[in-house]
Structure formats: structure tokens, C-alpha cells
């Protein structure tokens, strides 16, 4: 992603903004339904969820597809076509590395919702939002809802779908209005159900694409 004229900037180009996504990421996360059970109840240690959070955000920047607007005030973590989210090497370090955060039993927990979002996983080639934060005191500007509508309107142009897991049921209406549509249901061991979404791209946008003149 390119930086555009409504100021999203892609963060590998700015790796200094890395911290602030991940603070970003966990202040908005810290009342989300399914994560917050887990990753935000280690009182024990505080920076729990920051260390959490800053694996997957760190990891994510070896692929250019990372954007924030306003300073990271909403930031989207976006994964190519058949792009990981983590690499190898943390994937068999996961279970220590949440055992450390988190203890046994709640990663056990974690580890069987991380399972049910990977088997609802449709194959083949799309773009996955992995996390779109905004932080609590810029709620309600439109932010975060208008950094995902300019990353699609990338996706658009390139003609690719894109899936995301709705992690509270809360903001299905809100990705329904940019388009999406339900896919799956996921169902927790918390027993909450959740949806997951997909998104054609749009033919407008193709057309336009198609039609524009070359430079």
C-alpha cells in the first residue's frame, strides 16, 4: 500500500509507527469478546497483551501491507494471498511463548479458538484482515471504517476478494456497509458465535482500472 490523500501510510515504510500499532491494537482489543477473556486477563503481568499483539503486528511486516492513519490512531494488518500470519519458527514457538504470557490453561483455550478460525479458513486466493484497531478516544471519527474502505479500494483495483473473522458481533452491520457478506459461522468454546465475512471485489473498480489510460 501506498501512502494516499487521506493519510493511511503504509507502516513498513515507517517502521518507527511499528510500537504505536501494537499499542493501538491492544487498547482496542482490550473489550473485544473473544480475545479479552484470554489476553487481557494476566494481571499478573501487564504488558501481557502488548507482548501478545506485537508478535503478530511484527510479524506482519515482512509482507507491505500493514496501513495506519492519524499516527496509528486505526490501523489495518492485512496478509497477501496465501501469506501466513506468523512464520515457521513462531508457529512452533507459539504454544511457549502463550504458556509465558498467559498460563496453561488459558492457552489451551486460546490455542482451540486460534484452531476453529484456521478451519474456517476458505481455501484459495484472497486477502485476509487480520486486525483492524482503533484506539478507544478516537472512536466514532470514522477512522478505522475509512482506512479499510481506501485499503479495498486498493484491493478493487487489483481485483482481489478478501475474508475477514468478525471477532465481535458488533461490527458484522459495519463491515456489511463496505460490502462484505456472511461466510461461516465460527463457534467458540466461550459459546459465542461469530461470523466470518468475504468480499468480491468491486466491478466498478476493475472497470475503472480496465479503462484508465496507461501514463
Known amino acids: 500500500m501506498t501512502a494516499d490523500d487521506q493519510g493511511s501510510l503504509p507502516a513498513p515504510e515507517?517502521?518507527?509507527?511499528v510500537p504505536r500499532i501494537?499499542?493501538?491494537v491492544a487498547l482496542a482489543f482490550a473489550d473485544d469478546p473473544t480475545w479479552s477473556p484470554i489476553v487481557e486477563s494476566n494481571t499478573a503481568d501487564p504488558t501481557a497483551s502488548r507482548r501478545y499483539w506485537e508478535l503478530f503486528v511484527r510479524s506482519a511486516q515482512r509482507?507491505?501491507?500493514?496501513?495506519a492513519v492519524d499516527g496509528a490512531e486505526a490501523v489495518a494488518v492485512w496478509f497477501p494471498p496465501g501469506a501466513e500470519e506468523l512464520?515457521?519458527?513462531?508457529?512452533?514457538?507459539?504454544?511457549a511463548?502463550?504458556?509465558e504470557l498467559f498460563g496453561p490453561r488459558r492457552t489451551e483455550e486460546l490455542l482451540r479458538i486460534i484452531d476453529r478460525f484456521d478451519e474456517a479458513r476458505p481455501p484459495g486466493e484472497y486477502f485476509y484482515l487480520s486486525l483492524l484497531a482503533t484506539r478507544?478516544?478516537?472512536r466514532g471519527r470514522g477512522l478505522g471504517l475509512g482506512l479499510l474502505q481506501a485499503d479495498?479500494?486498493?484491493?478493487?483495483?487489483?481485483?482481489?476478494?478478501?475474508?475477514?473473522?468478525s471477532s465481535n458481533p458488533a461490527n458484522d452491520a459495519r463491515y456489511g456497509r463496505l460490502g462484505y457478506r456472511p461466510h461461516g459461522r465460527?463457534?467458540?468454546p466461550s459459546g459465542l458465535e461469530l461470523t466470518t465475512m468475504w468480499r468480491d471485489p468491486s466491478s466498478s473498480a476493475m472497470g475503472d482500472r480496465q479503462e484508465r489510460p496507461a501514463a
Open 14 to 17: 515507517d517502521p518507527g509507527l
Open 22 to 24: 501494537v499499542e493501538t
Open 63 to 67: 509482507y507491505p501491507w500493514t496501513s
Open 87 to 95: 512464520t515457521p519458527s513462531e508457529i512452533e514457538e507459539f504454544p
Open 97 to 99: 511463548f502463550a504458556t
Open 136 to 138: 478507544p478516544a478516537s
Open 152 to 165: 479495498l479500494h486498493r484491493l478493487d483495483a487489483l481485483g482481489q476478494p478478501s475474508y475477514l473473522e
Open 186 to 188: 465460527i463457534l467458540l
